[in-house]
């Protein structure tokens, strides 16, 4: 797999550089603003462009910016969108046009070495990545007395599970149940939430979050 960075803390772009280089991940290009990192991500077409969204010139939506570029002019790369603070606001505009091979994580996860290089792979593999705390987040914020109420506990954390982008078969890994177990869960959120039940990662995450903002 191959990997450019697009950091404009020479500190914390070289630390992703190692955790990724580390995990067997080639890093093809390093880039510390919006201008860089467009050039380095259409010189090398990698796999995965990882950027902070807040670059020079302006520190605003920078990664925002990147990941619609990339998108619209090389599609085969995915981006991961990385972020200080946990904005809601952001999440969605980065999946709003679709959440295949895109990611959004807190800068913090990068010292979960393990976490996010799985997070990296997903996106590589064409998937949704979406940082933990930040669905929590969502979840925990959804309106009483609404449908996730109707939710059992087990439902609500193969909810989670969804939400972060991940298939039936790797929520029954992680949760030590049988994949029928996990397709019966998945079924009852469907219904709960009248959701059109569809097998494709992201827009099952799509669907999730689309619920989770009305």
Known sequence: ?????GEDSLLLREGIARVLEAAGIDVVGLA??????????TDAEPDVAVTD???PPTHTDEGLRAAKHIRAHLPATGV??????LDEDYVFALLGDGAESLGYMLKDRITDGDAFVDAVRRVAAGDAALDPEV???????SSANGPLDDLTERERTVLSEMAEGRSNQAIAARMFLSDRAVERHVTAIFSKLELTATPENHRRVLAVLTYLRA
């Open 1 to 5: 797999m191959r990997v450019v960075i």
């Open 32 to 41: 510390g603003d919006y201008d860089e990192l467009i050039a380095a991500v």
């Open 53 to 55: 969204i807040r670059m």
């Open 80 to 85: 991961l969108v990385l972020s200080q603070y």
């Open 135 to 141: 669905v929590a987040h969502l979840l925990g914020r």
